[in-house]
């Protein structure tokens, strides 16, 4: 593909799409950008997580398919408040990824979580839109794993070590939880450099026919 995801996610906003989100959010146009980008980055970590295996796949592209003719980037701002972008990432990521995933990114950005919750929000249907679009192009579904996550380690700007730790915060920990299940609920989102702390075991995966 010519052109990667978060290219694509930026010449399908525009700078005035950029504005926008800045003033939903009360940024200005670069933390505005830096937000998006985090975002879809986690967000696109999630699917691959998901797709690493043939029920995963399958799920995420039954909902992708349902994405197929949806067009996010007519009325940008009102995603903010859109089931649909809280029902992919509770599917993606989970209710309590997504929280940390808020929170992480908001540690790195210096803006407030709730913020960023919001970016979550209207970038996950995009994401959808997208990725419709490049299986309709050619993406191979098998591949689809692989494909977003090395989009995802190639975004640069010093989100790889951010993106990495909290999609291991998120997923990391799955087999070691399952190994001990008394372990402690309790521990703060490990950034770059940080020791790992006891984490919450993450949701399972979903059927391979969710209600997204």
Do not use: C, Y
């Amino acid at each position: 593909m010519s052109q990667s995801m978060q290219d694509d996610l930026f010449a399908k906003l525009g700078p005035q799409g950029i504005q926008q989100i800045a003033g939903l959010i009360g940024t200005d146009t670069e933390s505005a950008k830096g937000a998006v980008q985090a975002s879809l980055g986690t967000i696109m970590g999630g699917m691959a997580h998901q797709a690493e295996n043939m029920e995963g796949a399958q799920s995420l592209r039954s909902a992708v398919d349902q994405h197929t003719d949806s067009d996010p980037f007519t009325n940008v701002t009102g995603l903010a408040d859109d089931n649909d972008g809280r029902k992919i990432l509770s599917h993606v990521l989970g209710d309590q990824g997504t929280d940390r995933a808020a929170q992480g990114i908001s540690q790195f950005m210096g803006i407030n979580s709730r913020t960023v919750s919001k970016v979550l929000t209207m970038v996950a249907p995009m994401v959808m839109a997208m990725l419709a679009k490049r299986l309709r192009q050619g993406m191979e579904p098998e591949t689809m794993s692989k494909d977003l996550d090395r989009e995802r380690q190639d975004m640069g700007s010093g989100l790889g070590d951010l993106l990495g730790g909290l999609l291991g915060a998120i997923f990391g920990d799955q087999d070691e939880e399952r190994r001990q299940p008394d372990r402690s609920e309790s521990g703060a989102i490990p950034m770059p450099g940080a020791p790992r702390q006891p984490r919450p075991q993450p949701p399972p995966r979903r059927s391979s026919n969710p209600d997204w």
